[in-house]
């Protein structure tokens, strides 16, 4: 079984608590008329936006070249795994939209530790098929926080069409985040879906 495939596997699972908790889980310290509840959502349409487009940038410079070439510049001269940054992002706008505090934890709470083995995984495949190139890459390019110094690009990237093909099926999931969330806001109010527990 492939790297990619045993991630996929784990996060599938991972995915089921994620999905109990949003939606049958609420908080009770607000209204979902609040101010308070509208500013949580609002940060969360930001860090979704973030997310989507670290993940857009990165994909369009990766590509299908993933293994197959070292991509050293765009947001990977930032640092080397851009498109988990924006992932974690991601994961952060979307417990924030469905103002959903414990879900906000148990996403970070399995996606940092799951993710993280995955990159020191990925490192050593890496290193294994770049060897130097790579290890000198490693020296200059921090792993997850981005360093905007080192910032350098080619002038034009070549997109395969399945990339492309990945960049609006992403951009299609972080649509609906919101459009979800309403629609469960909706299903409890009219207790079409039941709120098993509110937690304080």
């Not at 999905?19 to 308070?36: E, G, I, N």
């Not at 991509?71 to 001269?77: F, K, N």
């Not at 148990?106 to 996606?111: A, I, K």
Request: proline residues 6%; aromatic residues 16%; contains cysteine.
């Amino acid at each position: 079984m492939t790297l990619r495939k045993r991630r996929l596997r784990i996060l599938r699972l991972t995915f089921l608590p994620i999905v109990f908790v949003a939606v049958f889980v609420r908080p009770d310290r607000w209204s979902v008329f609040s101010a308070t509840a509208f500013h949580v959502e609002l940060w969360g349409y930001l860090f979704l936006l973030a997310g989507l487009m670290m993940r857009i940038w990165s994909i369009f410079y990766i590509g299908d070249r993933k293994s197959k070439k070292l991509v050293t510049d765009g947001p990977y001269s930032l640092c080397r795994n851009p498109l988990y940054v924006g992932t974690f992002l991601l994961s952060i706008g979307v417990g924030l939209c469905f103002e959903n505090p414990m879900m906000l934890l148990l996403l970070l709470f399995l996606f940092i530790p799951i993710h993280f083995w995955v990159v020191l995984a990925e490192e050593s495949h890496l290193e294994k098929l770049f060897g130097d190139a790579y290890r000198d890459y490693k020296k200059k390019t921090r792993r997850f926080w981005p360093s905007f110094k080192a910032y350098h690009s080619s002038e034009s990237v070549q997109v395969p069409v399945h990339a492309i093909r990945r960049i609006a099926l992403d951009t299609l999931g972080v649509l609906l985040v919101p459009q979800i969330e309403d629609l469960l806001e909706l299903l409890h109010r009219q207790n079409i879906i039941p709120v098993l527990w509110y937690f304080p």
